[in-house]
């Protein structure tokens, strides 16, 4: 998620069926990381076994777990209760970058792009009450008085013509709804439900018609989910249980997978990614990531609202040191100043790192002899503070001078009212919840209700090859405007790209195909454990 709010996705595009894992259970050949634009899943010999309980250690935990709560409170923790207890629409599934087929077995796109109409599948929530068209509405409605109502913005109206039939009316055609209806915070609630609990209770024990159900939770600490015996997919879940435990230190992540005391420990530090993928304990699955690592810088600031200065100071970024100290090598660098989306093109160039070039850019920029200028981050986070080093010590190479500022993060509203100068956004803290790239480009180009993400840029140009290409229903059509944007954007620069990182976990030996979508979500009713 993107800082809490309705901000949105980015894709790492790898060959399909990509180079092998590691070396958990000391057999290289059992393993394979079968990879994509879709995400990755860590693949393993054998026929999916039955039963058992997965342990996966977490860095940090939900502090709510309903898709009312989320969509007010949105963090990727509480997403990934959700995406084991509720089901959508349409889903995101490993294997593929397109949505699926949800809890709606079919639908139907106008050919003006206006309408949708879906046809509800036999489905029952874990309470046994079936899955109706009058649940879809009250659902989707409740997301559009949400942070994200913009992904709903083109719907005008919901109708209900049967009990199995739900149409969607829109005000202008908007491609990527059916993406949007894959977001975890558009998932199917039973209305009667909710009312009858109240919103406080269902955000404590919220009942879906996904593959588990949530049997107990710990604020912020613990999760335990048991299967869904009413859940629609024959035969899955796999698992009888899965037990989500919070483990904020890294090193107690690593230990504990590494020892048999969890099975799963996610995000692993960079740092231990090779010792881990080769100890024979455990494989490591690295994978593409919906997250970017970029360097956020006020344009509305002189002389930061220069091209040429933005320009010098990319040029004056060495992206492969800091990839290599932060990432340890582990996370490709950017070419764009989106996430890596469905539309991301190479037609966009990479910024090199070339200190003679950034000389003369700014030799011509309106602060030809240099600049003083304050770097700010959240003093929590490692990869930001050894970025900020770095830059410091590279941009005075070009006559910029830096001044560092780490901040508590309880400072972020000032970057919001746009108190500051440049500031780097850890990593995390920019990743999207939709694989297309429809609402970064709007949130970073024609938004001006939040000055085009904090970034306070403007361009014309930008904005209307962004209105047009996210209401273009003609698939080239709408690749080749992305394109444009692209390649625009990176010539304008209104942040410094660096990386795109990867999700990663390090996944016991008798676990089968862990997974992680584009956007970092498991998908656990896949995934299985030997006995």
Sequence with gaps: MWWGAALTAVVLVL??????????????????????????????????????????DVLSGAKGISPLYFNEQPSNNTIQIMMQVFDQLVTLEPGSLDPKPGLAETWEVSKDGLTY???????????????TAADVKFSLESVGDSLFANLFSAVKSIETPSERAVVLKLSHPSPGLIYNLAFPGASIMPKAVVKDMGEEAYNKAPVGS??????????????????????????????????????????????????????????????????LDSSGDVDVLLGPGADMFTVSLNNS??????????RALALATPVDEIIGVVFKGKAPAMNTVLPKLKY?????????????????????SSAPNGFSTVIRYSAEDQASGQTAQILQESFKKIGVTVKIEPQD?????????????????????????????????????????????????KDDTLA?????????VDEQQRA????????????????????????????????GDFNYLLNGWWRLDRVWKTK
């Design 15 to 56: 060959p399909a069926c990509g180079g092998g894992g590691g070396g958990g259970g000391g057999d290289s050949t059992s393993t394979k990381t079968d990879s994509g634009a879709w995400g990755a899943t860590l693949k393993r010999a054998g026929e999916p076994v039955k039963g058992g309980t997965l342990t996966v």
């Design 117 to 131: 109409s879906f046809q509800l599948r036999e489905a029952q929530f874990s309470n046994g009450s079936p899955v």
């Design 210 to 275: 996904g593959p588990f159900v949530v049997s107990s939770w710990t604020r912020e600490q613990r999760v335990e989910l048991t299967r869904n015996d009413k859940h629609w997919r024959t035969g899955m879940p796999y698992l009888d249980k899965v037990v989500l435990n919070v483990v904020p230190d890294d090193n107690t992540r690593v230990l504990n997978v590494r020892s048999g005391t969890s099975d799963v420990a996610d995000s692993v530090p960079f740092s231990q990614i090779d010792s």
């Design 301 to 310: 600031k002189p002389p930061l609202n220069d091209p040429q200065v933005r």
């Design 344 to 364: 991301w093109t190479d037609a966009a160039k990479r910024v090199p790192y070339d200190l003679e070039a950034a000389k003369a850019a700014l030799a011509k």
């Design 409 to 457: 993060s309880a400072t972020f509203s000032e970057f919001t009212r746009g108190n500051y100068e440049i500031r780097i956004q850890q990593p995390g803290q920019s990743t999207s919840d939709v694989p297309i790239d429809d609402q970064f480009t709007t949130l970073y180009f024609n938004s001006p209700a939040i000055d085009n993400l904090f970034t306070f840029f």
């Design 464 to 472: 209307d090859l962004t209105h047009k290409a996210v209401r273009t």
């Design 480 to 511: 080749d405007l992305f394109k444009q944007i692209h390649i625009r954007s990176m010539e304008l620069l209104p942040r410094i790209p660096i990386a795109y990182t990867p999700n990663r976990a390090a996944v016991s030996a008798k676990v």
